[in-house]
């Protein structure tokens, strides 16, 4: 695939997409709002308190908002990233039963666009930050490599996925459901300090878990983030892409005939 | 500028796409290979255009699938040098909530376009279409016809070095379809190569250099258009034969429970098989049965000397029932007025059942008479045949 036509599905897929409604293309943007409006409600009473140990005392209310904000923009950025990836080739069966197209390529416009809009809602959010007079950090240079990392990852396994649910149908709903778990089991919306000792080694095999601290580390904290934790993060991401590659050309004749 | 080699291709059929892991896991088969092709070899070359004819699941559309590059054949190479467009199914990737300018950068970019060259050609390309303001309309708008024109029209003007087209040619009106028709001749003489594959057998007759069947999986002919397309009407009456013997027809084939004894064709006033253009032309059939017939169809159809359809009818077609005894021979007397173009032609015979030779062939000969058109009663003309027109 080149570039000018990775550039083209991207538009579609923000744009023209949304041509026939009337807010258009700010309904990709609406729903991580309305998310983000639910938790912050929700939880900013329960988790507010916890939070003053993170340094960030000095925001007041806002802390939950700047914890939770930070984690979850990225979270669906990773977790709609990886679902979409893992339907791509089932979206996308008109085009590759009629167009010569690449396989592994295809997933990138996926990639791109969901960026785009993380990038546009992290936009938003740091205008937030700057508002309320939030502490700006050369730190903050690192947050590309994280998503980086992060978003490599969510290639590598959705690649996979996407491979495997031409054969098993099942692995969309799967994925959706491991998602939702996923969520859940990554501190975004709660503080890593709640959970109990016995189960902390658990979270740290989490990838997520430690792109969400170095996000957190740098964006909130200004640190350089724990480069173990994202290396690992890294490698995993490499490793999987690798994977998924090697299974999709063993299997690549077999995908094009089923689909 | 392709070249196939030894194309092989076995579709595994599973019960379930997940079979295919558990075959992985387990190491053991499970599924039904179906081979979809057979040892495929072809050759076209600058300017020449290949046609490809053969029934329904032949592995006509399998074959320019690979070549497409969409399946991956099994084993066997294809090469191709420059840019391939398929128009396997027209208008890949519309979008009917865009317009057809959007649609048509879309289009372009998937079949192979840079956006410099879509920019370039696109006044061309809305001009082909005619579809004038409708252009900046969404295409749920338009007519299927629209959305076919538009289709071509983008891809005619891709400009590949290769053109793979599958049933593609059916487009709008018959106006219409003659400009794609020039297009495509332009085409192949700019030195373009272009893989043809339809039932209309007219069609293939008249722009294929040569044309190969496909039976089954494998190429069971390859020749001339017309040795061609015979051999394949033979294959529809449902007799195979050798390769070998194309283009000696001999008698015809068939079931023979009817056949066709003799054959005669005569001009009214000239009486030999010479005629004037505008004299009547007398066909004398002799038909006999083994067995009684009861709903026998004879049927005839003119060739001219490209082995292009002219004009063809039968008993069917003209309410006229014939049923046979037992043994019974008679004659059927066809005349009809030869307002042909001058110039050799042939005609084509067949006994068969109902409407048409599907069903039950008894028997079919191809070519059984010849008789010449050479000279104009009347007023010369050009063309095919003669509309005796009057000026008022």
């Not at chain 2, 487009?171 to 039932?199: L, N, P, T």
């Amino acid at each position: 695939m080149n570039l000018p036509l990775l550039l083209h599905f991207v538009r579609q897929d923000l744009i023209d997409r949304h041509a026939a409604s009337a807010l258009g293309a700010l309904w990709t943007l609406l729903l991580p709002l309305s998310n983000i409006l639910i938790f912050t409600l929700v939880f900013s009473r329960i988790m507010g308190m916890r939070l003053q140990t993170m340094e960030m005392e000095y925001l007041g209310n806002y802390s939950y908002s700047v914890y939770l904000v930070s984690g979850l923009l990225a979270w669906i950025c990773f977790s709609s990233t990886l679902a979409r990836i893992t339907q791509v080739y089932h979206a996308n069966a008109g085009l590759i039963t009629k167009v010569r197209v690449s396989l592994f390529s295809l997933p990138l416009y996926i990639i791109v666009s969901e960026t785009i809009i993380y990038l546009i809602s992290m936009g938003f959010f740091v205008i937030f930050l700057l508002l309320i007079d939030f502490k700006w950090s050369y730190h903050w240079f690192w947050l590309p490599i994280i998503f980086l990392v992060q978003q490599l990852l969510a290639f590598g396994l959705g690649l996979i996925c996407a491979i495997l649910s031409v054969f098993i149908r099942d692995v969309k709903e799967l994925v959706n459901v491991v998602i939702q778990f996923w969520f859940w089991m990554t501190p975004i919306v709660y503080a890593f300090s709640i959970i109990p000792e016995k189960w902390s080694t658990l979270f740290l095999l989490n990838p997520i878990y430690h792109t969400t601290k170095a996000l957190r580390d740098t964006l909130i904290l200004g640190q350089s983030p724990d480069l173990a934790g994202l290396g690992m993060v890294f490698g995993c991401g490499l490793l999987l892409l690798l994977l998924g590659i090697i299974l999709g050309r063993h299997l690549e004749r077999d995908i094009r005939d089923f689909l | 500028m392709i070249d196939v080699n030894g194309l092989e291709k076995v579709f595994k059929l599973y019960h379930r796409p997940a079979d295919r892991l558990r075959e992985i896991v387990f190491r053991r088969p499970y599924h039904t290979p179906f081979h979809a092709l057979k040892n495929i070899s072809l050759q076209v070359g600058r300017g020449e255009t290949l046609g490809i004819i053969g029934r329904n699941g032949a592995g006509k559309s399998t074959l320019m699938k690979i070549l497409n590059g969409v399946l991956l054949p099994d084993s066997g190479t294809v090469v191709t040098n420059g840019r391939v467009t398929g128009l396997l199914e027209l208008g890949t990737g519309f979008d009917y909530n865009m317009s057809g300018v959007q649609n048509i950068l879309t289009n372009g970019l998937l079949l192979g376009m840079t956006e410099q060259e879509i920019a370039e050609r696109e006044n061309d390309i809305i001009e082909f279409t005619e579809l004038g303001d409708f252009i900046n309309e969404p295409l749920r708008t338009y007519s299927s016809g629209m959305v076919m024109r538009l289709a071509f029209a983008i891809a005619i003007h891709a400009d590949p070095e290769t053109f793979l087209i599958d049933e593609a040619l059916s487009v709008g009106d018959g106006r219409f379809q003659q400009k794609c028709m020039r297009r495509i001749r332009e085409f192949r003489q700019r030195g373009g190569a272009i893989i043809f594959v339809s039932h209309d057998l007219n069609a293939v007759k008249m722009i294929c250099d040569r044309v190969l069947v496909l039976e089954e999986g494998a190429v069971v002919a390859q020749g001339e258009p017309e040795v061609a397309v015979n051999y394949y009407n033979r294959i529809l009456a449902g007799e195979q034969e050798d390769a070998a013997l194309l283009g000696n027809v001999g008698s015809g084939y068939g079931s023979y429970e009817a056949r066709v004894i003799a054959a005669k064709a005569s001009g009214e006033n000239s009486a030999g098989d010479i005629l004037s253009s505008g004299e009547n032309l007398l066909l004398r059939v002799t038909v006999e049965a083994d067995v009684a017939v009861a709903d026998l169809t004879l049927g005839l159809m003119i060739r001219d000397r490209f082995g292009q359809d002219i004009f063809g009818t039968n008993t069917h077609f003209m309410d006229y029932p014939i049923s046979l005894n037992a043994k019974e021979k008679r004659d059927i007397n066809f005349c009809m007025p030869m307002i042909l173009a001058p110039g050799k032609y042939t005609i084509t015979l067949a006994l068969h059942e109902g409407a048409d030779h599907t069903d039950a062939c008894y028997h079919w000969w191809d070519n059984a008479v010849q008789f010449e058109v050479s000279g104009i009663r009347g007023y010369s003309f050009n063309g095919v045949c003669n509309l005796n027109p009057s000026i008022q």
